[in-house]
């Protein structure tokens, strides 16, 4: 690091200096009034005890817990393309295909699997799905852990949310007509 005489410096290095003690004295400010604020029994900063407390002023467009949709048979509609995994930037999605015993769908997972400690909440899962198997719900609820192997949701985990659709009608695709 260069030595800057105190005489010599310049005017950007003395407004970089002014700076530092800008940030140093907002934070301090911000600091000691939440600290009151605590001190008298108030509910001061941002600081929420997540999962006993949820935000309530939380987006409805929230991006949340990950769910499979069901077909009317109760089988999930993801069809084993692996677009989602693909995609997934977090690579946090692991997709096992098997022949399916429906002549109309070729392929079905066998595991489909969703590690929620690695997601980062993207969404390009539910935008890559070519037959909408995979959405995601704006609660946060469940999404905490104490144990990061217990944060691998499975198949049967994701398709508890059980929505179900009346045919296999997706973007004019129908498989009996």
């Given at each position: ?11 950007t290095?003395?407004?970089y ?11 301090t400010?911000h ?8 001190l008298?029994f108030?509910?001061?900063?941002v600081?929420?005890l997540?999962?006993?407390?949820t ?13 499979l ?7 999930p509609?993801?069809?084993a393309c ?14 096992e295909a098997e022949?399916?015993e429906?002549?109309?769908?070729q392929?079905?997972p ?11 909440f993207?969404?390009?899962c539910v935008?890559?799905c070519?037959?909408?198997?995979i959405?995601?719900l704006?609660?946060t609820?469940?999404l905490?852990?104490?144990n990061?192997f217990?944060?691998i949701?499975?198949k ?6 059980h929505?179900?659709v ?5 973007y ?6």
């Amino acid at each position: 690091m260069e030595y800057v005489d105190r005489k010599k410096r310049g005017l950007t290095i003395q407004v970089y200096y002014r700076e530092i003690f800008r940030g140093v004295w907002i934070t301090t400010k911000h600091f000691f009034r939440n600290l009151w604020k605590w001190l008298t029994f108030r509910k001061g900063g941002v600081v929420i005890l997540y999962p006993e407390e949820t935000r309530p002023d939380m987006s409805p467009n929230n991006r949340g817990r990950h769910v499979l949709v069901q077909r009317s048979n109760g089988q999930p509609r993801c069809v084993a393309c692996k677009m989602c995994a693909t995609i997934c930037p977090a690579l946090c999605i692991t997709i096992e295909a098997e022949e399916s015993e429906d002549p109309n769908i070729q392929r079905r997972p066998r595991v489909f699997e969703i590690d929620v400690s690695h997601c980062i909440f993207c969404g390009f899962c539910v935008e890559a799905c070519p037959v909408d198997a995979i959405r995601m719900l704006p609660q946060t609820n469940e999404l905490v852990g104490y144990n990061r192997f217990r944060m691998i949701y499975d198949k049967e985990k994701l398709l508890t949310w059980h929505p179900t659709v009346s045919d296999d009608v997706v973007y004019g695709y129908n498989p009996k007509a």
